[in-house]
């Protein structure tokens, strides 16, 4: 069997550690190198398999085939840089990029393969279809509202999953998330308009990761809801999508391409 070599960029952090925590179980993988930032607890040290953490994704480009990223946006970044210059594959798990940063991403899967996704669990993007369908099969004849939930410490919001989510029912219903998305209710307000999307957030305690689309009608409603308990969900599904890129040819693909 051909394993895939991965490197883990945020391998200190919450999901670095659950994604180191899961290798083992694939077979088709082997840990190759491991980073973070330069004062992040343990670098220089053996974080697993006798990989040591790092500070410099350069210094070991040729010690992996596919880079794994769940930082933040301007660790993402850089990375992405090293990876051009390296001709290596790239998982990005990373949420709440502008639209340059975007913009720049796409312009990089034009010379190395990216798998982007706002969120790697299979039943998410089990979901996704669901309300695409739910959204096309109800269309005007209901309000749709995300509300999502997370820890504390999560830095972006709406989450990425609940944009992706906000996506998939705009298609549903042949609308533009950018034209009828509604963050944020406060005051008086006015009538909801039947096409708007609402999204409500959430942010306390160690929540992993709750979402629900609504889809309310009069005298019913439908909701269509994924929680997570824990991140093992996410980082199983980033190591099957990182196997699945090693030998693709550049372009920008999502969880739908692998698990198509």
């Not at 996704?117 to 309300?131: D, E, P, R, T, Y």
């Not at 944009?163 to 533009?176: D, I, N, P, Q, W």
């Not at 269509?224 to 196997?243: D, M, Q, T, V």
Request: net charge neutral; with cysteine.
């Amino acid at each position: 069997m051909t394993q895939t070599r991965i490197a883990i960029l945020g391998a200190a952090g919450r999901m670095g550690r659950a994604l180191l925590e899961a290798v083992p179980h694939h077979g088709n993988l082997r840990l190759g190198a491991a980073f973070d930032r330069a004062d992040a607890p343990g670098i220089g040290q053996p974080i697993a398999d006798g990989v040591k953490l790092s500070s410099d994704p350069r210094a070991a480009a040729d010690d992996y085939d596919v880079l794994i990223d769940f930082t933040r946006p301007e660790g993402t970044l850089a990375a992405l840089e090293t990876c051009l210059a390296s001709g290596k594959g790239m998982v990005i798990g990373t949420t709440g990029f502008s639209a340059e940063q975007r913009a720049l991403i796409e312009a990089a899967s034009r010379r190395i393969p990216i798998c982007l996704s706002g969120n790697f669990s299979i039943g998410v993007n089990l979901c996704l279809a669901l309300v695409e369908h739910a959204a096309r099969v109800l269309g005007e004849t209901v309000d749709i509202e995300i509300v999502e939930a997370h820890h504390r410490h999560k830095v972006d919001a709406p989450s990425g999953t609940a944009l992706m989510l906000g996506e998939a029912a705009a298609r549903g219903v042949g609308r533009s998330l950018r034209e009828h998305a509604v963050y944020a209710r406060e005051g008086h307000t006015g009538a909801r308009t039947r096409t708007d999307i609402g999204f409500a957030t959430i942010r306390g305690g160690d929540v992993v990761g709750d979402h629900t689309v609504m889809f309310l009608g009069d005298g019913e409603r439908v909701e269509i809801a994924h929680k997570a308990s824990n991140r093992a969900n996410f980082s199983n599904g980033a190591l099957r999508a990182a196997h699945w890129l090693q030998d693709k040819a550049p372009g920008l693909y999502s969880m739908k391409d692998v698990l198509a």
